[in-house]
């Protein structure tokens, strides 16, 4: 039997740095001794991880490239997926036509046309792909979503989400795609807010609109205000309206050069309730007329890897894949809609604020502003009303 103390699950990672070392760090620490076996590494700067030592001392074989991995191993049961955005596709579908069922990280792509592709390479192959909005795969979320689906609440009527996560000149200056809207090589990135860091909470809302357990809902339209103070080709802070199908209402707001931290915080407004998270410690509550009809804990009172202890418990079952690239999907096309109907405008240079001890900027009370703008649902019309 796989998986079992005499044949462990055999896993390869592709992507060693970054958000990579932390899975596999969860790989090779918290499973059970024989449960999972790390056949493989994909990283052509494995070198640099700050894994690499262990790497080494367990004889972990490294490899340059994905399609070297798969001339040498004639079986891996897992391909987890953590390589930067524009070849998490091409690794996924590489890895099933090599036998491998996948665990991709978010964002899935930047690409519709690679969801498609996707899709099809998992049906033809028989294999199954998870995709990592860690949310999806978290207790509170999961409860929430079938109250939500039961209709224990009625109809869901809006939804928004905000989160201010400050980055520093450093994160921009990390590799060479961050922040861009096209790699070196003509693929598809999209970098931004909305398409890496607060990924989690666009999906978050499309995915528990979603008609089943395992979709999210279908974007719509999408109205898009979009500004950029750091450097870079795509932008670092977004407000946007989603009419999704339904006719729910979303709303996003998310920066990476406010003063300070925020969130994410999240409401949905359905007919019977008012569901709210405003943080870890009180978790989402569903309110009636102020008075708290449910709790449901936090999502991160999960392990942020739950998706990988998910992904290999339920490997070769029929259980449900909770978040595939269905449902992934939604907030690509989502984030494709935003890219083409928004104008990038630039912050007034009078309004950046420099903190040269923490190498970073922020735009003078754009938190204030934005929070405003959440509270009351609307967007900022221009410059003056996001200053």
């Known amino acids: 039997m796989t998986g079992n103390l005499y044949t462990p699950i ?49 004889c972990i074989k490294d490899y340059p490239t994905i399609r070297k ?37 978010k964002p899935l792509t930047a690409d519709p046309v690679e969801v498609e592709e996707l899709i099809k390479t998992r049906d033809k192959y028989g294999k199954k792909v998870w995709v990592g909005f860690q949310w999806s795969f978290s207790k509170a979320i999961q409860e929430l979503k079938a109250d939500l689906l039961s209709g224990k609440y009625g109809r869901i009527r809006q939804m928004k989400s905000i989160c201010f996560w400050p980055r520093d000149y450093a994160y921009y200056n990390r590799n060479d795609w961050a ?12 970098d931004s807010p909305a398409n890496n860091a607060m990924a989690h909470f666009i999906h978050n809302m499309l995915y528990l609109a979603g008609d089943r357990i395992e979709l999210a809902a279908k974007p719509l339209e999408v109205e898009a205000k979009t500004y ?13 309206r989603i009419l999704a199908e339904r006719d729910i209402e979303m709303l ?8 300070n931290e925020l969130g994410p915080l999240f409401e949905i407004i359905c007919d019977d309730v008012m569901i709210k998270y405003e943080n870890r410690e009180t978790g989402i509550v569903a309110l009636q007329e102020d008075v708290v009809v449910k ?50 405008e630039n912050f007034p240079k009078d309004i950046i604020v420099n903190l040269s ?28 009303k996001v200053q």
Request: aromatic share 12%; glycine share 8%.
């Open 228 to 240: 950029r103070a750091y450097p870079i080709e795509n932008y670092d802070t977004i407000a946007c």
């Open 69 to 105: 991995f798969y001339e040498e191993v004639d079986h891996c049961d897992l391909a987890v997926i953590s390589s930067p955005i524009h070849f998490h596709v091409p690794h996924a579908i590489y890895a099933m036509e090599h036998g491998s069922h996948v665990l991709c990280d």
């Open 295 to 344: 709790r449901y804990g936090a999502p991160d009172d999960d392990h942020q890897f739950s998706k990988l202890f998910y992904a290999i418990e339920n490997l070769f079952n029929e259980k449900n894949i909770l978040c595939g690239p269905e449902a992934a999907g939604e907030h690509v096309s989502c984030v494709n809609m935003i890219q083409e109907n928004m104008q990038i």
């Open 252 to 259: 996003f707001y998310g920066s990476h050069v406010t003063e």
């Open 357 to 384: 001890i923490e190498n970073r900027i922020y735009i003078r009370k754009l938190g204030h502003r934005l929070y405003n703008c959440y509270r009351h649902n609307v967007l900022p019309d221009d410059h003056k």
């Open 10 to 58: 055999k896993v390869l990672l592709a992507g060693t740095g970054g958000y990579g070392q932390y899975y596999l760090r969860t790989l090779l620490e918290e499973f059970p001794e024989g449960k999972v076996e790390v056949v493989g590494v994909v990283d052509p700067f494995c070198n640099k991880t700050p894994l690499y030592h262990e790497i080494r001392d367990r």
């Open 179 to 190: 922040g861009r809207i096209m790699s070196r090589g003509g693929r598809w990135l999209l």
